[in-house]
């Protein structure tokens, strides 16, 4: 309901068995996306397994938008970053008010670091009330908000969020593991 009435579009990467390596994830989208924006999220050569990676996209109705790219692993890795890449989005909708016309600024950063631990909390108890184990999986996570010329991101593990230009072909921000 979050996704599909609160917010002017979202788009993530669905559940997926049976990958091939280099095929690209599906998603399932609601509403409108910014144009310009494109995900690829392809299986890499890694086993049998299935593809860990994920990520979603977020338009809100003030006109920010959130990627967020996560990088499953373990057991559950699927699993994990699957749910979490919808949590963090949908913790910024119910919880800090994202669904609003507008967004103070000044709540941006403890906004994302609140999301990234409630999702995390919910993971947890996810877990427990489908009786796997959360030990042996997790994911590496970054996402970044962002508005005309102003970014905000957030990152947990090894994965990291890199700005380039178009019209100066060069790394503009990286953030550091």
């Given at each position: 309901d979050t996704f599909?009435?609160?917010?002017q579009g979202h788009?993530?990467?669905?559940?997926?068995?049976?990958?091939?390596?280099?095929?690209?994830r599906r998603s399932t989208?609601?509403?409108?996306?910014?144009?310009?924006?494109?995900?690829?999220?392809?299986?890499?050569?890694?086993?049998?397994?299935?593809?860990?990676?994920?990520?979603?996209?977020?338009?809100f109705k003030s006109g920010y938008t959130l990627v967020c790219a996560f990088d499953?692993?373990?057991?559950?890795?699927?699993i994990v970053s699957t749910r979490t890449v919808q949590t963090v989005p949908w913790f910024l909708v119910n919880e800090w008010g994202f669904d609003s016309d507008t967004i103070d600024e000044a709540c941006i950063?403890?906004?994302?670091?609140?999301?990234?631990?409630?999702?995390?909390?919910?993971?947890v108890a996810h877990s427990v009330e489908n009786k796997?184990?959360?030990?042996?999986s997790g994911t590496t996570a970054v996402a970044?908000?962002?508005?005309?010329?102003?970014?905000?991101?957030?990152?947990?593990?090894?994965?990291?969020c890199v700005i380039g230009s178009v019209t100066d072909p060069s790394v503009i921000f990286a953030t550091e593991d």
């Open positions: 599909k009435n609160k917010v788009s993530h990467g669905t559940f997926a068995d049976g990958q091939k390596p280099w095929a690209e989208v609601y509403g409108n996306i910014p144009p310009g924006l494109a995900v690829s999220c392809q299986k890499g050569r890694k086993g049998l397994k299935e593809n860990e990676d994920n990520f979603s996209v977020t338009h499953g692993h373990g057991e559950f890795g699927q950063e403890k906004a994302l670091i609140n999301a990234f631990e409630k999702a995390h909390d919910e993971l796997w184990d959360v030990e042996t970044a908000l962002f508005k005309g010329d102003k970014v905000w991101t957030a990152n947990a593990g090894d994965s990291r």
